[in-house]
């Protein structure tokens, strides 16, 4: 690779450090910087570190944080005759600023077919997932009879923890209407975008929604239907690779996770997160931006990264300004 090339693989959003205008707090997730304005607002930067196995990896993948800015506010403005949703404006092409609610610590998974966390369950013998049975006589990658809901909790430190709809409200972590409306809303979610998927020659395999309150409602916050939250399959290859017992592509995060994997990574104790080469981050990224063209139809063109925090920055004191 090229003196050029290696330094361009260098530029990438790897973190924030803001002060604004009536900012109240700061968080920074594994992926995502969050400012809270007021406490009315929150400002979501989505910076371009990837996070796998609940351990942020040490190198940016360039463009990461536009390409999930981008598709998550597409799906957000598409899905929200469905339930209310958090956001209002996306004045950068990594930020977005919506109104700040009360997180539900649980994440609704809704999967269509038998891959990921699920199918690594499986192939052990397991067929029980958050109370629910999986059927026998499946493999890896295939369908559903129906799509099945698995929750887990959103935990602050450690691994998210399978949980079962029954638990959940036995442990008083929210309210059995509150669980119904989320799973309910998270199933017509998903066949939402099933449908919108199949239009552009995809498959959505599976993915997970976020909740939060407002003034006592239920929103829909967070990202929606990206490459971090979801997995997608190419529609016109599926059968057949089915049908050959081969791999199928994966749009998604979960090539990440089988790369750690196959060198020695899954996050337990005393294991070394492998050296991330040019070759790998460029991968990464061009799996990106594959999906969000896919996705929306429309060709992707990176930010250009000299002096990407200042232009960051104006952008959202102007939008704070007209809030």
């Known amino acids: 690779m090229t003196q050029t090339n290696t ?10 450090n803001y002060f604004f205008k009536d900012q109240t707090s700061f968080y920074r997730g594994k992926v995502r910087d969050v400012y ?4 009315e607002h929150v400002v979501m930067i989505a910076c371009d570190r990837i996070s ?21 506010a597409h799906f957000l403005d598409a899905t929200k005759d469905i339930i209310p949703n958090w956001k209002l404006s996306v004045p ?8 700040r609610c009360e997180a539900i610590p649980i994440e609704i998974v809704v999967r269509g077919y038998l891959c990921g ?18 059927p026998d006589g499946l493999k890896e990658n295939d369908k559903f009879p129906e799509p099945i809901v698995t929750p887990a909790t959103k935990n602050t430190e450690g691994h998210d923890e399978d949980v079962s709809i029954e638990d959940i409200i036995s442990r008083k972590i929210c309210t059995k209407k509150q669980i119904e409306h989320m799973v309910d809303a998270a199933l017509k979610l998903y066949a939402r975008g099933v449908q919108m998927a199949a239009e552009r020659g995809l498959i959505l395999v599976d993915t997970k929604y976020e909740f939060g309150l407002h003034e006592k409602k239920l929103v829909l ?25 081969k791999p199928q592509k994966q749009l998604s995060k979960e090539f990440v996770r089988e790369w ?19 070759e790998f981050v460029t991968s990464v990224t061009e799996r990106y931006t594959e ?6 139809g429309q060709k992707f063109v990176g930010r250009d990264y000299t002096n990407v925090l200042d232009i960051i920055e104006d952008n959202i004191n102007e939008a704070i300004s007209a809030i």
């Open 260 to 278: 750690l994997m196959a060198n020695g990574f899954q996050g337990l104790e005393g294991q070394l997160v492998p050296e991330m080469t040019d």
């Open 7 to 16: 330094a361009k693989m260098e530029k990438g959003l790897m973190a924030t």
């Open 52 to 72: 796998a196995f609940d351990h942020v990896l040490p190198r940016a993948i360039p463009h990461k944080g536009e390409v999930l800015t981008q598709i998550a």
């Open 36 to 39: 809270t304005i007021k406490n």
């Open 291 to 296: 999906l969000y063209e896919a996705m929306t």
């Open 221 to 245: 916050i967070d990202e929606v239907h990206t490459p971090d939250s979801s997995r997608f399959f190419y529609l016109d290859a599926y059968q057949k690779l089915q049908d050959a017992g």
């Open 92 to 99: 950068d092409p990594n930020v977005t600023i919506g109104i």
């Open 117 to 134: 966390h699920a199918w690594r369950l499986y192939k052990t013998g397991e067929r029980m997932i958050c109370g629910v049975r999986m």
